[in-house]
């Protein structure tokens, strides 16, 4: 099924590759004009990515944005609404992986992936706010990991978890403005971080999953394509989950 985002500005956070690239070109092909974003490291692979996404984008804007930090998520949100005059669809997609048992895991590992999870998906949304025109789509990656609690990635489950219940609270405080608010919690999918898996936990996660295989990213797509369409305009507040019945 095809969706019309004609007129529509859409931001997807980390959209440089996987699954928010998915999403942005999807978007794109819907003609929404689409924002990519990604965070600066030190190999520039990131926006490398980032400028090869661009490319396959009609009308493209790329900025390069730490969702972690306040000051700079506030001036990518400035700059879309002086560029693109508002936004109508975001996408909290940017996330990092650092599993570790918690007896190993550092405060580091702890506090980087909640800032960048959980705090970031916070950020673009407070500060998103003032832009979003009425009947706008807010939409955040969750994780069944959020669901579940998976071995070693205490940080990982609690920042998707948080991004459940901030997902709830987002929909009661938008409704007014007629925002519908709402996550994906995917299962295994192939990715980038699926693919380096060790293949004894590929096996016992195979194993686990009724459908027996992993996802692949357009599953994601397509639902999050489906919740940012007009055909969603009364669902808020809600967590699909997109995981073959890992968890149900």
Not at 43 to 69: F, H, M, S, W, Y
């Amino acid at each position: 099924m095809s969706y019309d985002f004609s007129g529509k500005v859409a931001l997807v956070t980390g959209s440089s590759r996987g699954i928010g690239a998915g999403i942005i070109q999807a978007l794109n092909a819907g003609g929404a004009r689409c924002i990519v974003n990604f965070v600066a490291d030190p190999q520039g692979r990131n926006e490398e990515d980032a400028r090869k996404v661009a490319e396959t984008l009609q009308d493209p804007l790329v900025i390069e944005c730490n969702v972690g930090e306040a000051s700079q998520v506030e001036a990518m949100m400035r700059r879309i609404a002086e560029e693109c005059g508002g936004l109508d669809i975001l996408v909290n997609n940017a996330g990092i992986l650092r599993d570790r048992t918690i007896k190993k895991m550092t405060t580091e590992e702890w506090e980087s992936v909640l800032r960048v999870n959980l705090t970031g998906t916070f950020h673009c949304i407070q500060q998103a706010q003032p832009f979003l025109r009425p009947e706008g789509r807010i939409v955040s990656l969750a994780s069944v990991s959020g669901q579940l609690g998976l071995f070693g990635q205490a940080n990982y489950a609690a920042s998707k978890a948080g991004i459940i219940a901030l997902t709830k609270v987002t929909a009661r405080e938008f409704a007014r403005q007629r925002i519908t608010v709402n996550a994906i919690a995917p299962g295994f999918i192939q990715t980038e971080m699926t693919r380096d898996l060790p293949e004894e936990v590929v096996k016992k996660a195979l194993a686990d999953v009724p459908l027996g295989h992993f996802g692949e990213i357009a599953d994601v797509v397509n639902t999050a394509l489906f919740l940012c369409s007009q055909d969603a305009r009364y669902i808020t507040g809600q967590v699909l989950n997109v995981n073959g019945g890992f968890f149900m």
